[in-house]
């Protein structure tokens, strides 16, 4: 399992959200392997990707992808993150 | 583990700004200041917004700013600047901005310690809001977990 975040440095904010979903995945029972990306390196972090973590502004850049797109509104809601991530995989 | 340090200089509080530019040039001064970005990192941090959208408002009240590793870090670090009169950033959901959490660092790899860190401190959601209230850099210290 592929999860890739995204903001627009690859730093700070996709940071924040890696270390978040790795928290819930974990609490969760499922194994996966987070990353940070910025979208300029999205093409090749998130090749595979199951699904990409991100904020509402990222979406249209994003693009076509076969990836789910999980948008974030609060990056520190652990509780919303969980519930987003769970229907995703689920 | 505990954020490394957090200097006086990092920290401006209760400031009254215009709009969100000169908070996040606020931010810039702080890093600046303690010695943890040149000057130019804050037009660094306003570009990234400009470029790709109010995003770094990542929780209620907060926004993240930062920009990429590059010649204007001096050393991985944070800065603190809190507003008097909360500013909108145009974010969908999390405005308006009372904290603005300034974030330097010098490589990719090495921040992921130090975002851990803010989301131990943040996933408490009350940590904004008792910033935003903080009148002292003591204070500021105590809610981030951080020494001097």
Redesign the interface.
């Known amino acids: 399992m592929k999860i890739v975040a995204i903001?627009?440095?690859?730093?700070?904010?996709s940071?924040?959200l890696?270390?978040?979903a790795e928290?819930v995945l974990g609490r969760l029972g499922i194994e996966a392997d987070v990353t940070?990306a910025?979208?300029t390196s999205l093409e090749s972090d998130a090749a595979n990707a199951q699904v990409i973590l991100t904020?509402?502004?990222?979406v249209d850049?994003i693009g076509k992808t076969n990836a789910d797109i999980v948008i974030v509104?609060?990056?520190?809601?652990?509780a919303e993150l969980t519930r987003k991530l769970e229907a995703a995989l689920g | 583990m505990s954020l490394p340090t957090l200097p006086a200089d990092a920290v401006i509080l209760g400031s009254e700004v215009a709009n969100w530019r000169d908070a996040v040039r606020l931010a810039g001064t702080a890093l600046s200041r303690a010695g943890i970005a040149k000057p130019e990192y804050a037009g660094e941090m306003i570009r990234?917004i400009e470029?790709?959208?109010?995003?770094?408002v990542?929780?209620?009240g907060?926004a993240?700013a930062?920009?990429?590793?590059g010649p204007e870090v001096l050393a991985d670090g944070i800065a603190i600047v809190t507003l008097s009169t909360p500013v909108n950033f145009g974010h969908?959901?999390?405005d308006p901005v009372s904290v603005v959490l300034a974030?330097a660092?010098a490589s990719?790899d090495a921040?992921?310690a130090l975002?851990?860190e803010?989301?131990n401190i943040?996933?408490d959601?009350s940590a904004v809001e008792e910033l935003a209230a903080a009148t002292s850099v003591d204070e500021v210290r105590r809610i981030m977990g951080a020494v001097q």
């Open positions: 903001c627009g440095a690859g730093i700070g904010s940071g924040i890696k270390i978040n928290r940070a910025h979208l904020s509402p502004e990222f850049a509104e609060n990056y520190f809601d652990t | 990234m470029e790709h959208g109010p995003y770094v990542i929780a209620p907060l993240l930062h920009a990429r590793p969908p959901y999390n974030l660092v990719g921040h992921i975002v851990a803010l989301a943040f996933n959601s």
